[in-house]
């Protein structure tokens, strides 16, 4: 056979896989569409299949186990032009995994094709069985054969409403289904039967592939042919930018700072660690420095520590956080639990400690201020990184003042009596 998408040699599967049939018929089914070369983009997941990948001559994308087809989909909706064929090469484990990947594309009717190997279990890991596996089929990890009836997965895609979807049995010349599946407008699903002779035909002697899959009850035939327009999405050609509508915070103070300062703040979830290390860094850009910001707290967000990671600088900065802080402050016994390893690895700097907390074993100078009586809970994070700014000379503190005196935390409390008491 004359190759013109796939190189020539042989292919890289095992003597007898039904990958080797699929491969070398979408080549014929791609010529016999005559689907320019580098319009295709073949997408593959993880498994066997996917090794195809270096032979094929055309763009070639490899994906994650179960993911292929949602990165086909964004390949698809990203592309100008509707004539380019994107193709999805994807095993049944695979398939399963990504299940509501491929129901969501099906279902949205994007313009892609996905070639469903499907050889009724894992190839590349040891032969388990799939959620495709027909019932009795047997496995080297499943010797006494599936207990469990494999879906229909052309019946659940097409009642998605994709535009086409079809199962072949994977043996002979299937070109001219794969054709039509490639032809179709929107998204099309072809599942073709297949044989894994390393695992599959050892396990069941004897077995013939169009056999399992009658008495699987897999109907071969055309499951949907609508052949509906694809998903087209809404192009913007105007679209405001977020950074040019972004406020400028203007410069009125100066800071006297020559070196970076790098600053940890840790304390307790809903405390206003995050508000507070932001009015920070708010006010350390209208003092003229540069400014970044990395917060860090649990997926659980109300609840446990919450910490900002602060850098300020006179020169440009290209990196957030830090291991090595110059100043720790910490709230409460949260901000504690958080920052404990960080702080006994600490040989220098300062850690601000609030007064109700033990002192922690460090090598850096601890000084102890009573941030939560003073201030109270909520405006602890605020107090500490006030009193800091004012100690350690970072920049004015009229700055932060302003801030907070103008902004949404007007009137919660009085910012300048506290700031005097420092």
Not at 236 to 259: A, C, F, N
Not at 354 to 365: M, N, Q, V, Y
Request: charged residues 20%.
């Amino acid at each position: 056979m004359h190759r013109e998408y796939l190189h020539e040699g042989a292919l890289p599967f095992c003597l007898g896989c039904g990958h080797t049939l699929i491969a070398e018929n979408i080549d014929k089914a791609l010529q016999s569409l005559n689907i320019p070369l580098l319009d295709v983009i073949l997408v593959t997941d993880i498994g066997c299949h996917g090794i195809i990948d270096k032979s094929f001559k055309t763009h070639t994308v490899h994906g994650l186990h179960g993911r292929s087809i949602a990165l086909a989909s964004g390949i698809s909706l990203s592309l100008t032009n509707p004539e380019k064929k994107v193709i999805v090469f994807i095993g049944d484990g695979g398939a399963t995994i990504g299940l509501q990947h491929l129901i969501d594309s099906a279902h949205k009717n994007f313009n892609l094709t996905v070639v469903l190997h499907n050889n009724m279990l894992y190839g590349m890991t040891g032969g388990q069985p799939s959620e495709l596996t027909p019932l009795g089929f047997k496995t080297p990890t499943l010797p006494e054969g599936n207990k469990i009836k494999g879906f229909d997965i052309c019946e659940v895609v097409a009642s998605t409403g994709a535009s086409y979807v079809s199962r072949v049995v994977g043996i002979g010349n299937i070109s001219e289904q794969l054709a039509e599946a490639l032809s179709r407008k929107g998204f099309s699903l072809i599942e073709v039967m297949e044989i894994c002779p390393s695992y599959a035909v050892k396990s069941n002697p004897g077995m013939k592939l169009r056999q399992v899959t009658e008495d699987a009850g897999l109907s071969v035939k055309v499951y949907a042919d609508h052949n509906i327009e694809g998903f087209r999405p809404e192009i913007k050609s105007e679209t405001q930018s977020l950074i040019d509508t972004m406020p400028v915070i203007p410069v009125g103070y100066r800071s006297e700072r020559s070196v970076p300062a790098k600053i940890l703040i840790a304390g307790s979830a809903g405390e206003g660690v995050q508000s507070a290390a932001e009015l920070f860094a708010r006010a350390a850009i209208a003092s003229g420095l540069n400014v970044t910001k990395k917060g860090s707290y649990p997926v659980t967000v109300g609840i446990g520590f919450s910490a900002s990671d602060i850098i300020l600088s006179p020169d440009p900065i290209q990196y957030t956080g830090s291991p090595d802080p110059d100043y720790v402050i910490i709230t409460s016994t949260d901000g504690l639990e958080y920052t404990a390893g960080l702080i006994k690895k600490m040989n220098h700097g300062v850690v601000y400690l609030d007064e109700s907390l033990p002192t922690p074993e460090t090598k850096a100078t601890v000084v102890r201020i009573d941030y939560r009586k003073t201030a109270g809970a909520r405006n602890a994070a605020i107090y500490s990184l006030l009193g800091l700014a004012k100690r350690e000379k970072l920049f004015p503190t009229e700055a932060m003042l302003d801030i907070l005196n103008q902004g949404k935390l007007s009137g919660k409390a009085d910012w300048n009596k506290m700031a005097e008491g420092i």
